[in-house]
């Protein structure tokens, strides 16, 4: 069973930056994609970005120019840098994974990101 562990989430205020940092537990090259997804209350879960084995990165249009999606080879790990921070982007974020052998999806516990003053 694959385990996809978040962390990063925290209150900050508008404007401002936030890293989430997701570690699988298995090597990323394992997975098809990888990618951070997210949920906002009595909303549906949305994709935010997400980073193919490829190398190809796609992003929603609502983060993009402020979100950056990379990965960490040294520490395998997938970061979102989220910049310009908003309310709107108030949610808890969760990282996805596809499996390269069986295209099963993982999903992380989620991690708390709120904006505001």
């Known amino acids: 069973q694959v385990q996809l562990v978040e962390s990063g989430g925290a209150l900050v205020q508008p404007g401002g930056s936030l890293t989430l940092s997701c570690v699988p537990s298995r090597p990323i090259s394992n997975f098809y994609s990888m990618g951070w997804y997210r949920q906002a209350p009595g909303q549906e879960r949305e994709m935010v970005a997400r980073r193919f084995r490829t190398g190809t990165i796609n992003y929603s249009d609502s983060v993009k120019g402020r979100f950056t999606i990379s990965r960490d080879s040294t520490n395998n790990a997938l970061l979102l840098q989220m910049d310009s921070l908003k309310p709107e982007d108030t949610a808890v974020y969760y990282c996805?994974?596809?499996?390269?052998?069986?295209?099963?999806?993982?999903w992380g516990q989620g991690t708390q990101v709120t904006v505001s003053t």
């Open positions: 996805n994974a596809y499996s390269i052998m069986t295209g099963n999806p993982y």
